[in-house]
Structure formats: C-alpha cells, structure tokens
C-alpha cells in the first residue's frame, strides 16, 4: 500500500510538471498564435488598398502547377501503395497516417475551407491533404511560408489564411477531449499500465 502511494504522490509529481510544462507550451503557441494573426492581419491591411484583378502593365498569372503537386502529394504518402512507407509519413508529418487522416475528416467536415472546391473559372482549388501538409509542416518545422510553397505549391495568403482557419478548428474540435487535466480513472489506467512494465 505504501508503494501505491509513493506511485500516487510520483504521479502527482510528475502531473504538477506536465501541467507546467504543458502551460509553458500554451503560452509559446499562445504567442505565436498571436504573431500569426498580427502577420495576416498586416497583410490584409495591406492588400485592402490595393486593385485586384488582371490590369495593364502588371505581371501575368504563373501557372504554380499546384495540380501536379497535389497529385505528386497524393502519390508520395497518401494512397494504398504511395512512394514512401508509414515510418516515412510518421517522422516528416510527426503522426500516424490514419490520425492525420482523421484530423483532416474531422477539419473538412468542420471547415469547408478546406475542402477542395471549384473557382470562379471552374478551375479545382487546392487538395485538403495539400493544405494541412503546408500547415502541419509550419507547425511542427517551424517552416517558412516560401518553404511550404515549395511543397504544396500554395501561395502565402492561401497558406496563412490555412494555418489560422486550422488553429482555429483544431482547438474548437480537440480542446475539450485532449487539452484537459487527467481524471482519476485516467490516472488509475495509467498506474495500472505502468505497473505492468
């Protein structure tokens, strides 16, 4: 019984340390979260004055072959017998196939932003795998958003406007399943697995 305590006091020890660590974490993304938002809302700023639209004397549109890219995409890590294998897909997204593709689910049926959709011209847009690639990549390597146009052919509007809308789905959809302090049972199925190593 004595053991079972001193397990109960290290498991509060080590919760006490988690949550601070955990808090630690909260107010970093909390700031870059907000410099994120200063960075689009400085860009928006910018573009309000600004005519949009084909004029003279302004460079023509480049084909970004965003199509081939998201094929390219697809191939590599998305279907049955893509180019690289699960262990690939895990250390460059830091997560399981079948989670990023619950998450991805989850933020379509969520957001339809992105989804991918038609413009104007009938032209299909971006792949919701190629958004959240250029998303996950910004968060978990820290990337530039000319980094991800290199590997989702996504221009930096469209790229910061995604990792804004996805921050947003993300705590709106998981905070209350995952960011949340452990319960006793929750701690009670932890000791029980830790006893068994």
Do not use: W
Request: hydrophobic content about 35%; proline content about 3%.
């Amino acid at each position: 019984m004595e053991e079972f305590r001193r397990c109960l006091e290290r498991q509060e020890i080590e919760t006490r340390e988690r949550n601070r660590r955990a808090d630690e974490v909260n107010e970093v993304q909390r700031q870059v979260d907000e410099q994120v938002l200063i960075a689009v809302a400085l860009q928006e700023e910018e573009n309000q004055g600004r005519r949009r639209g084909s004029q003279v004397g302004r460079r023509r549109n480049v084909e970004g072959h965003r199509h081939s890219r998201g094929k390219n995409l697809l191939e590599d890590y998305f279907i049955p017998t893509s180019l690289y294998y699960d262990v690939d897909f895990r250390r460059r997204f830091r997560m399981q196939p079948h989670l990023f593709n619950k998450v991805m689910h989850d933020i379509c049926n969520y957001d339809a932003y992105f989804v991918q959709k038609c413009d104007a011209a009938g032209v299909l847009g971006l792949l919701p795998e190629q958004k959240l690639t250029a998303v996950i990549r910004m968060l978990a390597y820290g990337a530039s958003v000319d980094q991800v146009d290199e590997i989702a052919r996504m221009g930096k509007s469209t790229t910061l406007e995604a990792l804004v809308r996805f921050c947003q789905a993300v705590e709106t959809l998981y905070t209350i399943d995952y960011l949340r302090r452990p319960t006793p049972k929750d701690l009670q199925r932890l000791l029980k697995k830790f006893e068994t190593r």
